[in-house]
């Protein structure tokens, strides 16, 4: 009986887990080449014609936040974003007229400032500190959801900074951009040395609820190495450091 009940019980799961598709299934609709030297890209995020991308520059020890036109990836501004010894800026997200930046040492255990910016002017708006370095940030309804070094760790964070909670992240996915779409929070990454991953996850328990799995762009190089957003159903990809191009996807059922 209880061999029985084991049995059942593992069918329930391999019933429930979702299946993997393939971003090899979707359609590479564009492909814009940023007209800016970025030296090491982080993070994207997408919104009226318009993409944002931090890079760092780790020679110089700086950081920086960039404004591009997406259709011709023509540069429209950029202003460094560094704090003394924190430049290393991670994955960003749009809320409302802000976008928001983490910026942490160059050091997996160091402490990050996780910024507020207008996302027309870039202008600093506030910040708060965390005890930890935060490589990617999704911004939801109520607050902030980011990823410590490879998103080993999870935190919750009220838009005050206060910390709501922190959750050691059940998937292998080391995501390096996170995102708040449609009630589910997306994570892209690695998943080891040749594979890559966009999961989408319950905003609650971290569920998986859909994964894309990622193949390789023409240079050799995950399209889940580092920037990644959805809009209205488009996937914006930014995994290549200069000469950095910006891979747009539809997904294999959009007219």
Request: proline share 5%; with cysteine; charged share 20%.
């Amino acid at each position: 009986m209880r061999l029985l009940c084991a049995l059942l019980s593992s069918s329930v799961l391999l019933l429930a887990a979702p299946a993997e598709e393939s971003l090899q299934q979707w359609r590479l609709e564009a492909t814009v080449q940023l007209q800016a030297v970025l030296h090491h890209v982080q993070g994207i995020d997408v919104e009226g014609g318009v993409l944002w991308v931090s890079s760092v520059d780790r020679d110089a020890q700086k950081g920086y936040l960039s404004r591009f036109d997406l259709a011709s990836g023509r540069l429209l501004q950029q202003v460094e974003v560094q704090d003394g010894i924190r430049y290393h800026p991670g994955g960003i997200a749009l809320h409302g007229d802000s976008i928001w930046v983490p910026v942490a040492e160059y050091d997996r255990d160091g402490p990050a400032s996780i910024q507020r910016r207008d996302k027309t002017t870039l202008e600093l708006q506030s910040s708060f500190t965390v005890n930890d370095h935060i490589g990617c940030l999704a911004a939801g309804p109520d607050g902030l959801i980011g990823g410590n070094w490879d998103s080993r760790i999870l935190y919750r964070w009220s838009f005050d900074g206060t910390e709501i909670e922190r959750t050691p992240n059940p998937h292998a996915t080391s995501y390096q951009d996170l995102k708040w779409v449609d009630g589910n929070l997306l994570g892209s990454g690695g998943q080891g040395r040749d594979a890559g991953a966009i999961d989408w996850l319950s905003p609650t328990n971290y569920e998986l609820q859909r994964r894309l799995s990622a193949h390789r762009t023409d240079l050799d190089v995950s399209f889940t190495n580092e920037g990644m957003t959805l809009r209205n159903g488009t996937l914006y990809l930014l995994p290549e450091d200069d000469p950095s191009r910006l891979f747009v996807f539809e997904p294999p059922h959009k007219p």
